[in-house]
């Protein structure tokens, strides 16, 4: 299963998802997240050193390897320049098979308490006004589009901030919605902008609430968002010594905000993964892409690229086995 935490800047998305990744791996639950913010702080949030950081490759800014792996012998795709976010898998793509080691784990993932980790990483000093973030953001959409994954395993992506995931079609690579809000008008508007983007399409969007005070910054939020806000996380001392660089198991999270980790545990598991509509969605992006400015760009029909007899459903767990 698929889960985003997106928010505001400065909202806690990071923190939670650090929180809910640390959660997951102490329940021994099969995990990969990935670091897909412009501000690279959750590396640092699971546990890894700046050392072990700063040597692992970024798939934002090398993605060569994952390149090369996902077009495989996909005779559609003439050659990897031509991937973009939203390049659909075929026959011969090469597809990235959650609990299978393959080159793309080997070449850009961290490993640690049970937590395998990615980051799209940062731009350098010769990439600073030469390219915008989008750039590194689509080689998560490539990823996922070629990721098989089953419904107890779980993959985490730290989002940008504001309404950007949903805007450019990333967010609809999801399960799940996990959107951090605080109670202030300018987050509570993130929520307004994500539910439109995502009506479309079919994505669940929970709203998590932080940095609560008090009753009536819950009854603000609440009377903004309403049923979609599934719970809210209360002042920690854990996350202020946490942010402070000192280092506990998760175990010793106040209970209340265990309870609130448990919980989105289970609405995520209460979800049902449709490979159909995850499908439908992509493609439409896809083409949508094509005619706007893909098939001008690399000079070719980008629609060329799709496999009319690939469906993902064919390639799940269960299928696989059973062929």
Known sequence: MRIAFCGKGGSGKSTLSSLFARYLASQKLPLIVMDGDINQHLGHALGFSQEELKSQKKLGSEADTLHRYVKGTNPRIANIDLISENTPPGEGSGLLHF???????????LEKDGIRFLTLGGHSDEQVGATC????THKMGTYLNHLIDDKNEYFIGDMCAGADPFASALASKFDVIFLVVEPTEKSVGVFDQ???YAKPYGIKICVIGNKIEDQDDLDFIRAKVGDALVG???RSDFVRKQEKGVWQDISNLETENLTLLSDLLSI???????WDRYQQNNLSFFERAAKS????????DMMEQVDPDFRY???AYGVKKAS
């Not at 609990?99 to 993932?109: A, G, I, M």
């Not at 973030?133 to 590194?136: C, G, K, L, R, S």
Request: proline share 0%; hydrophobic share 25%; with cysteine.
């Open 232 to 234: 809210h996380l209360t």
């Open 313 to 315: 459903q064919d390639h």
């Open 268 to 274: 995520t598991n209460d979800i049902e993964r449709n």
């Open 194 to 196: 994500c539910v439109e």
């Open 293 to 300: 400015w893909a098939d001008a760009l690399y000079e070719t």
């Open 99 to 109: 609990n299978e080691r393959n080159e793309v784990s080997n070449t850009y993932e």
């Open 133 to 136: 973030y989008h750039a590194f």
